[in-house]
């Protein structure tokens, strides 16, 4: 999505000689001639709950559903469809179990619907190859079964991959293969995506009035019912009019597309409709408050859909709204982050755009060295990215030499079968071929299984993960929780009643032996009170959140001067709180298995921290124990699970007799 019309250093030479007087408007409106109002029709924050309705209802019906039949996994593909603009972890968990149902039910209709929704999260996740493969599959069925609706989505799901690798006159060609054949059948929906997907490519290989009326034939297909797809038309018809014929509706396109993709939950789609209102307001009525507020509201959602292309732009762009209102620290910060993504995603266009921006940013510092340096880099990845284009077109064209070559061998291989029939050797050569063919489609066969098996570990493996951290999160709160209430609760409600003792023996007259049972009683309660003191602390040290992990792990040791002895080694810096209460309760519960077990004369913790990463280690002189056994218990486990979860590993070293030691080690994310 290309939002840029000025380029860097065009803009940098607009706000010098302006002298840094940004309450002009900015130049890119009369390039765009664009209109935004930002509170008109649309509640832009409005919330909807019809999605969040329709996807308990479907959770629900699927914990009732007992068959493992076709409408099991119809509900399959009805709750992987509501999760794919949100959650594409949780679609692909779906449609997985749509495709498998399917394979045991021997059913053509589901391994249609998962080549095509799968498919459709690969590409959106930068996977198209493998997006390819599987929707191949799909294709070659329908192709198979001489099946016309079928035929069309799936010729429009390749394009869409196509189109993923920029291999734009190839995607277009799939688009139009595929609207020839479902022009002749009733499927409405495909026929909408055929158009809408035609009009993005027109759009993008500089043809925008084709995008248009492609996009306005498609909304008139359109029944009554405000689907996910219309929002998904009305946005492309409105970038497409921001480049066309700057239609004076293009505002309400992208308000239309904003409140029909909210109504469905469509996260994937509402990101990038905010970064084109933002640009928009810009232009219109250089309101920077409300267009970094969008910019915001963008980089969340794209945040937590993990959709790096998004996020990436968003910080591009509030870098640009920071230098507009002079903040070019924080404007410089942005950038460098949509760099870092750009790199990540080896998207060159956003890199290009960065270090353009971070060049004008510097040269408004009047650092120039820095300026020519980002802008050296930015003509560095324009000029690979004529190498790219260049390189991709040659691939497109290769591709394409090749696939004409094997349909003229094949049919030469067919005339040539037509004439040499009656001669044994082409039967024998026919035979070897089947005989390869077969053997080649075994092992290709056995090779998806087990790629799919080794998928399917992976995303176990993940889930455990997440699940285990979830319990940690909650345990900590918990923790956290019931410490607070002791301490400010019930410990204020003992300190209270013991006052009120002390007032009660100060204003009466009490015999001796009532005096003795009265001080028995505040003796009880002062135990008391530290006793619920001390388990307060261990639960949740409060020096653990307010001093950080040297004081919490001294402190603790220290309660053991004869046994325990603590070492600390590397500069001390505070770390994500998580990981913090992580080690100190790994660190607690190792300290106190070998107190229990060991029968250790002494136990030695050292913590080691550096730049990018933290270890500690707990050795004792004790007893040791058998390590092919150490499975036997659920202490070690629950500390193999914590460090899990934050990315650690765990070393144990012990033999019976000569003692134990145990390392773990994190890396720190800065």
Request: aromatic fraction near 10%; glycine fraction near 4%.
């Amino acid at each position: 999505m290309k939002t840029k019309t000025l380029t860097t250093f065009s803009l940098a030479v607009l706000l010098m000689a302006a002298s840094c007087n940004f309450n002009q408007k900015n130049d890119r409106q009369s390039a765009e001639n664009a209109v935004v109002v930002p509170d008109t029709a649309v509640a832009i924050d409005s919330i909807h709950t019809e999605w969040d309705a329709k996807l308990d209802s479907l959770l629900k019906l699927e914990k009732t559903m007992t068959a493992r039949d076709t409408n099991l996994a119809k509900l399959y593909y009805d709750i992987g469809k509501l999760y794919a603009d949100n959650d594409f972890e949780k679609a692909k968990e779906y449609y997985l179990k749509v495709n498998k149902l399917s394979e045991e039910l021997d059913w053509n209709e589901g391994r249609y619907l998962y080549a095509l929704y799968f498919t459709q999260i690969l590409y959106r996740q930068g996977l198209i190859d493998s997006g390819l493969t599987i929707i191949r599959q799909g294709y070659e069925l329908a192709n198979k079964e001489n099946n016309e609706k079928w035929l069309a989505k799936t010729l429009m799901s390749m394009g869409t991959c196509y189109f993923y690798k920029s291999w734009h006159e190839t995607a277009l060609e799939y688009f139009i293969k595929a609207l020839h054949i479902i022009e002749k059948t009733d499927d409405k929906e495909t026929h909408i995506k055929l158009l809408d997907n035609s009009g993005v490519v027109y759009r993008i290989m500089g043809f925008p009035e084709k995008a248009v009326e492609n996009d306005k034939k498609a909304l008139t297909l359109f029944d009554d019912e405000e689907t996910a797809l219309k929002g998904l038309v009305y946005y492309n018809l409105a970038s497409a009019c921001r480049l066309y014929e700057n239609d004076e509706k293009t505002e309400y396109y992208f308000k239309e597309a904003l409140r029909i993709s909210k109504i469905h939950n469509n996260q994937y789609l509402i990101a990038p409709i905010y970064l084109a209102l933002a640009d928009m307001i810009i232009i219109s009525d250089f309101d920077l408050k409300t267009a970094e507020d969008y910019c915001n509201k963008a980089l969340k959602i794209s945040t937590e859909i993990n959709n790096p292309v998004i996020t990436g732009l968003a910080h591009l762009q509030l870098g640009e709204i920071e230098t507009l209102k002079v903040n070019l620290k924080e404007a410089e910060k942005c950038c460098m982050t949509s760099i870092d993504i750009a790199k990540q995603i080896d998207y060159a266009e956003y890199q290009v755009h960065s270090n353009r921006h971070l060049a004008v940013i510097f040269a408004m510092q009047h650092n120039f060295e820095d300026f020519l340096t980002y802008s050296s880099k930015a003509d560095s990845v324009e000029r690979f990215m004529a190498k790219t284009v260049a390189l991709r077109t040659a691939e497109e064209m290769e591709a394409k030499y090749e696939t004409e070559k094997k349909e003229l061998k094949i049919t030469a291989l067919e005339q040539e079968k037509k004439l040499m029939i009656w001669l044994s050797i082409a039967v024998g050569v026919a035979l070897l071929l089947i005989l390869a063919t077969l053997f080649f489609l075994w092992r290709w066969t056995i090779q998806r299984r087990k790629l799919a098996e080794a998928r399917i570990t992976q995303l176990e493996k993940e889930k455990q993960l997440v699940a285990t951290q979830a319990v940690l999160d909650g345990e900590t709160q918990e923790r956290l929780r019931l410490a607070r209430d002791l301490h400010d609760g019930l410990g204020s409600m003992l300190t209270g009643v013991k006052l009120n003792l002390m007032d009660v023996k100060n204003d009466v007259t009490l015999k001796y032996e009532e005096v003795e049972r009265f001080n028995n009683a505040v003796t009880l309660l002062d135990e008391s009170i530290n006793e619920m003191r001390r388990v307060a602390h261990h639960l949740m040290p409060d020096s653990l959140s307010r001093f950080g992990l040297k004081p919490a792990v001294s402190d603790f040791c220290n309660k053991f001067p004869s046994k325990v002895v603590f070492d600390y080694f590397g500069k001390e810096t505070r770390l994500d709180p998580m990981l913090e209460i992580v080690i100190y309760r790994s660190i607690h519960e190792l300290v106190n298995n070998a107190l229990k077990h060991s029968h250790a004369k002494q136990i030695l913790v050292q913590i080691m921290q550096e730049p990018n990463r933290i270890s500690f280690t707990v050795q004792d002189d004790g007893c040791g124990f058998n390590p092919d056994a150490e499975n036997s218990g659920n202490g070690l486990q629950n500390i193999r699970n914590r460090i899990a979860s934050f990315g650690g590993n765990i070393n144990i070293y012990t033999k019976i007799d000569e003692g134990t030691e145990i390392n773990v080690e994190f890396k720190i994310v800065n």
